[in-house]
């Protein structure tokens, strides 16, 4: 029998397309569940009328994603983070918090159609991309900075820890076990420490 889909089904095609199936999985099964209608003379001329509805639909559609991507594309969205001592994030930045920040900018995008690629969960700027619409794309960039708070604190601890390190060779000293450990510190956080200077000088 043949049958027109009113929904997507993987294994047999899309929404409006006239397929034959059997009896009993068209009766039972497609129809019933509002899959599927007969492809009778009345369902296919309505499908007629709705083809050309669709088509309308989805030119304009396509007309109102062109404009979006215009006002997507070139953008750069700025994140400030904290960071652990290994300089990744705490959590990520992923197309939910993106879409809440193009949305500030009066700009609507779903989380669905944002492209994120790998996980954000370092400081740095990255690509990405909204896939507004078959063949429509826009390409934005979000930058992620750290906290200038934290920033302040990294700051003042490598501060502290050059101190105890100057006391200790100007005493004649060897460094101590822990001045020894927060030097390790600084060494591990100096990437935190350049971007945070980078922060306070601006």
Avoid: C, W
């Amino acid at each position: 029998m043949k049958v027109i889909l009113t929904e997507r089904v993987n294994t047999l095609g899309n929404v409006g397309e006239i397929v034959n199936v059997s009896q009993g999985y068209g009766r039972n099964y497609l129809i019933p569940n509002r899959f599927a209608v007969l492809a009778d003379e009345t369902n296919t001329k309505q499908l007629k009328h709705q083809q050309k509805v669709l088509a309308s639909k989805v030119a304009g559609e396509k007309t109102t994603a062109t404009d979006l991507a215009k006002k997507v594309e070139g953008l750069t969205l700025e994140f400030v983070r904290r960071v652990a001592g290994t300089g990744k994030l705490f959590g990520t930045v992923n197309a939910l918090e993106i879409s809440k920040e193009l949305a500030k900018q009066d700009v609507q995008v779903e989380k669905r159609l944002i492209a994120v690629g790998n996980p954000i969960k370092a400081l740095g700027t990255f690509n990405v991309t909204a896939k507004l619409f078959d063949g429509v794309e826009a390409s934005f960039k979000v930058n992620v900075t750290l906290d200038p708070v934290q920033a302040e604190e990294i700051k003042k601890k490598n501060e502290d820890a050059e101190k105890k390190k100057a006391a200790a060779i100007a005493a004649g000293e060897n460094v101590s076990e822990e001045a020894a450990e927060e030097v390790k510190e600084l060494t591990e956080e100096e990437k935190l420490k350049e971007e945070a200077n980078k922060i306070l000088r601006s």
